[in-house]
């Protein structure tokens, strides 16, 4: 027993010193695991932050906006073909009216219009009409015209904004801005002119 004594005591030793090591090796494992796991969710955080950044971005519902106006062009010049332009404004009006007025029902967001503001209201109303008569001319126009050299031409609407935001609204554009603007306008310009 005595001979087996340090054997014992060696052996014991060993597999503690294995138990340790497993544990030891365990812990780091788990470790590296987690580190791994907030890694990906870091990584997945930081994809749904530029995504939401990117979806409150102005510019992103600029781009969106310019899409749908370009194929409401294509779709308004194919669709004039045979109806009168005056009467042809209308179905538009009223699919957007069925679309936005579902829209803003089923999120929720509906509130009676005569609990806004008398100015915000009137200012809707105006911006009601402004459109109603904008979309008369537009729909006339690409009656008469082609696609093509109509729509840059409305889009001197752009210029106009500028400029009508400066005088009344009090908005200052930069150099570049302006510089974008003009460009603009001399794009028109040149669309619009008689050869």
């Known amino acids: 027993m005595g001979g087996l004594g340090p054997l014992l005591v060696v052996a014991i030793l060993g597999r503690a010193r294995s138990f340790h090591s497993h544990i030891f090796l365990h812990l780091i494992k788990s470790e590296h695991e987690v580190l791994v796991r907030s890694h990906k969710l870091s990584s997945q955080e930081q994809t749904s932050a530029r995504r939401e950044?990117?979806?409150?971005?102005?510019?992103?519902?600029?781009?969106?906006?310019?899409?749908?106006?370009?194929?409401?062009?294509?779709?308004?010049?194919?669709?004039?073909?045979?109806?009168e332009p005056d009467y042809a404004t209308l179905i538009p009006a009223f699919v957007i009216a069925l679309v936005i007025g579902g829209y803003v029902y089923f999120t929720d967001k509906w509130s009676s219009p005569f609990a806004l503001r008398p100015r915000t209201l009137s200012f809707l109303i105006l911006s009601g009409l402004a459109?109603?008569?904008?979309?008369?001319?537009?729909?006339?126009?690409?009656?008469?015209?082609?696609?093509?050299e109509v729509v840059p031409v409305d889009k001197l609407s752009l210029v106009l904004v500028v400029i009508f935001a400066f005088v009344f609204l009090g908005e200052r554009p930069s150099i570049r801005e302006w510089l974008g603007i003009l460009l603009v306008g001399i794009g028109v310009v040149t669309l619009g002119w008689k050869r």
């Open 131 to 148: 459109t109603s008569a904008s979309w008369v001319c537009y729909f006339r126009a690409l009656k008469l015209g082609a696609a093509a």
């Open 53 to 83: 950044k990117s979806m409150d971005s102005w510019f992103f519902w600029a781009l969106l906006s310019a899409t749908f106006a370009a194929l409401t062009a294509i779709f308004t010049k194919i669709g004039l073909k045979d109806v």
